[in-house]
């Protein structure tokens, strides 16, 4: 968990140092123009980017318990508007005290973003706010359990005999904020967090879902969640205003 914690905290200095350089750089840019005789049109792409969620990949090298991976995408529609769609699968093990479980399962959101950031001349980045709307399909597996005792003279009686729930969904809306800055060309780095309300969940009969893949942990007293990612994309230009 603490290097977990010391990866995501490099990735978020990294990120915002190179938003930092793109602030300079647009400095520069704007004198430039200014002193520029030669009127220019800014020129912005239109196009299909694509990419994956680095922290996947990351959380799954450090967490023995964790495995996934995510493809993200937006195609832009209007100056602002973008329609945006991630992809995934996970496979979650949730080791408690008295229970082992592992989920299994893929995922789909699907929505818009809305960009507020008004580019310079020549640039794309993005600081942007998006609903998704999410579907999970998944099942679960009671790997072992605990059945507790207050009698002293026997102990508390573990069961390994795995249990097998299949067929289960949830739904969920996303509330999604981020930023996307362009590293080199149509070749963006972002980050964004989440804040997800569980909507409808199939659970198991005579038990409960622990984890959702693309949702995220389950609490008895919460329909909320949270998550957040790391993702690197490239943007397929396929026309220009």
Do not use: C
Not at 121 to 146: C, H, K, P
Not at 176 to 183: D, F, P, Y
């Amino acid at each position: 968990m603490i290097k977990l914690k010391h990866t995501l905290v490099f990735f978020t200095s990294l990120l915002f140092t190179v938003i930092s350089a793109g602030v300079s750089a647009q400095d520069i840019g704007e004198e430039a123009i200014a002193i520029d005789t030669v009127a220019k049109v800014p020129t912005d792409y239109y196009g299909l980017r694509v990419g994956i969620d680095l922290s996947k990949p990351v959380r799954s090298f450090l967490d023995d318990n964790y495995t996934g991976f995510e493809v993200v995408g937006d195609f832009r529609i209007k100056k602002n508007y973008y329609l945006a769609a991630e992809l995934g699968n996970e496979t979650k093990v949730t080791d408690l005290p008295n229970i082992e479980n592992t989920t299994k399962g893929s995922y789909v959101k699907a929505g818009f973003n809305y960009n507020a950031y008004e580019n310079w001349f020549g640039m794309n980045n993005l600081i942007y706010a998006g609903v998704r709307a999410g579907f999970s399909s998944f099942s679960q597996e009671l790997d072992s359990y605990t059945i507790y005792t207050t009698n002293p003279l026997f102990g508390d009686d573990t069961r390994l005999d795995s249990q097998d729930f299949s067929g289960l969904n949830a739904t969920w809306l996303e509330l999604k904020l981020g930023l996307e800055v362009e590293l080199f060309s149509n070749i963006y780095l972002g980050v964004n967090v989440q804040i997800k309300r569980s909507i409808t969940t199939k659970d198991p009969d005579g038990y409960a879902n622990l984890y959702i893949p693309g949702f995220g942990k389950v609490t008895e007293d919460s329909t909320v969640g949270v998550g957040y990612g790391y993702t690197l994309s490239y943007l397929i230009p396929i026309f220009k205003k």
